[in-house]
């Protein structure tokens, strides 16, 4: 089995390859925010900001609103943006009491130590805080994670390289919440297909380069080799490609 080295293994990000190729992440969150009705005043900590564009928009409807990211050249971009964003990893908040909501969008997926996130939003909230997210659910990329794994079989591959994500099911993160004292207003699996604009490539690129990585001098007949068994899943006669996205959207209260 090919053992990655460690520095390969973890997702790095640019703030402009994700604008290309995953713009959509934050054009598609109108349904979110509308569960989190942010109210003119408000003191929001938006974890996992990434480069600020939704950060942004909640700063424009009044909130009074911080940004924190594990990703320097994200945090540079939001930070552009005139946003107060600061560099902190989501597993490790560092607040104590002084926000009427957490908020979180198409982040959480990133962080597979649930418990010490939700330990530390917890944290970051004031008494009957709310705590609004969308994130992967259970099912979400399953096509994409099928075919990278069957790819990484074949050549001998370290398959976690091909899912480090968290995608809980519903009743698994309400029990999550409920342990550290949340009351769970609302959660709901969402099927979300995303039409790839750019293609499924860009999108493997972006999202798992540390998978193809791994195979060296192989790495580019792995990644034919994944979007061959894509294919007929999720490309249409026309060649649009679609992903196969689930989402997991939550509203609970610090109770
Ligand atoms: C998502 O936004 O659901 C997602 C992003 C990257 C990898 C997998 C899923």
Request: glycine share 10%.
């Amino acid at each position: 089995m090919a053992v990655a080295n460690p520095d390969t293994r973890r997702q790095q990000w640019s703030a402009g390859s994700y604008n290309t190729h995953a713009r959509f992440v934050s054009d598609l969150a109108a349904g979110v925010v509308e569960w989190l009705a942010p109210k003119q005043g408000e003191r929001i900590l938006d974890v996992g900001c990434g480069d600020g564009v939704l950060t942004a928009e909640l700063r424009e409807m009044g909130v009074d609103v911080v940004g924190v990211d594990a990703s320097a050249d994200f945090i540079a971009a939001a930070q552009a943006r005139g946003l107060d964003a600061r560099f902190m990893d989501g597993e490790a908040l560092d607040f104590n009491r002084e926000f009427d909501a957490v908020f979180s969008n198409a982040a959480l997926h990133w962080m597979p130590k649930a418990d010490a996130v939700v330990s530390g939003i917890a944290r970051a909230l004031r008494a009957n805080g709310r705590f609004v997210a969308e994130f992967g659910g259970h099912g979400n990329v399953a096509a994409i994670v099928t075919a990278m794994r069957a790819v990484g079989e074949r050549h001998g591959g370290d398959l976690s390289l091909a899912n480090p994500w968290y995608f809980p099911a519903p009743q698994v993160y309400q029990t999550l919440l409920e342990h550290h004292g949340f009351s769970v207003r609302r959660i709901a699996l969402i099927p979300r297909p995303v039409v790839l604009k750019t293609g499924i490539e860009g999108w493997l690129m972006l999202f798992r380069k540390p998978f193809f990585a791994q195979f060296g001098e192989d790495a580019e007949q792995a990644l034919a080799e994944t979007i061959d068994l894509l294919r007929p899943a999720l490309c249409d006669a026309d060649g649009n490609w679609t992903a196969d996205y689930v989402r997991l959207r939550v509203e609970a209260v610090l109770s």
